[in-house]
């Protein structure tokens, strides 16, 4: 594992372990907005936790969760993931 720093760029490519259920959190402005995790698990047996927030989730983290019911393992590649702590 190498070290970035917060709000660096990374690519991820991995195994899905497990999504968690979908949650609504209020934004500081009062908007609404929905979040999934996913864990993921790369060849090194590194995790790490990946939070899809707003329009990331009502897309792509719907089929994820879809995919995920249906098949048995699910290998997912984010480009450009904001990296935070």
Do not use: A
């Not at 372990?17 to 590194?46: A, E, H, Q, V, W």
């Not at 899809?52 to 098949?71: A, F, I």
Request: hydrophobic content about 35%; aromatic content about 8%.
């Amino acid at each position: 594992m190498v070290y970035r720093p917060d709000k660096s760029l990374v690519d991820v490519i991995g195994i899905v372990c497990f999504i968690s259920t979908p949650s609504t959190l209020r934004r500081k402005y009062g908007t609404k907005t929905k979040r999934c995790n996913i864990n993921i698990m790369d060849i090194s047996g590194f995790t790490i936790d990946v939070t899809l927030w707003g329009r990331h989730y009502e897309v792509e983290g719907k089929q994820l969760l879809d995919m995920h019911k249906k098949t048995m393992p699910l290998i997912v590649l984010i480009k450009s993931g904001h990296l935070t702590s």
